[in-house]
C-alpha cells in the first residue's frame, strides 16, 4: 500500500521560511504530476503547486507565486515545497497529492488519486 508521507510543518513568523518534503513509502508507483493543497480552517482544500515529472512544467496558485516553490525528484517519488515570505494567510493544513494517470487539469483535487496525512503550517503575525 503506497503511502504519502508529508514533513516539515510547523510554527513561524511573518516573513519566514519553511520547506514541506512528501515522499511515497511503502511500495512503488510511478506518478505523472506531484502537488501540495491546503485547507484552511473551516475552508475549502485548494491548490498551491504542482509539478509534471514528464517535462517540469509547474504550476502554482496565484497566491503563492513568487514566495513558493515547487521541487522534487521523480525517481524517488519526493516532492518539495519551499515557502518564503510566509503571510498569516498562508496558515493552513498542507497535504501532499500524486496522480498516476496522464489526463486531468492538475489544478482539481479531483484529479489526484494519493493523499498525504497532512501536516500544520501556522504563521503567526
Known amino acids: 500500500q503506497v503511502q504519502l508521507v508529508e514533513s516539515g510543518g510547523g510554527l513561524v513568523q511573518a516573513g519566514g521560511s519553511l520547506r514541506l518534503s512528501c515522499a511515497a513509502s511503502?511500495?512503488?508507483?510511478?506518478?505523472?504530476?506531484m502537488g501540495w493543497f491546503r485547507q484552511p480552517p473551516g475552508k475549502e482544500r485548494d491548490f498551491v503547486a504542482a509539478?509534471?515529472?514528464?517535462?517540469?512544467?509547474?504550476s502554482y496558485a496565484d497566491s503563492v507565486k513568487g514566495r513558493f516553490t515547487i521541487s522534487g525528484d521523480n525517481a524517488k517519488n519526493t516532492v518539495y515545497l519551499q515557502m518564503n515570505s510566509l503571510k498569516p494567510e498562508d496558515t493552513a493544513v498542507y497535504y501532499c497529492?500524486?496522480?498516476?494517470?496522464?489526463?486531468?487539469?492538475?489544478?482539481?483535487?479531483?484529479?489526484?488519486?494519493?493523499w498525504g496525512q497532512g501536516t500544520q503550517v501556522t504563521v503567526s503575525s
Open positions: 497529492a500524486a496522480r498516476t494517470y496522464a489526463w486531468g487539469s492538475p489544478f482539481s483535487k479531483d484529479n489526484y488519486n494519493y
Open positions: 511503502g511500495g512503488s508507483f510511478s506518478s505523472y504530476v
Open positions: 509539478i509534471r515529472w514528464s517535462d517540469g512544467v509547474t
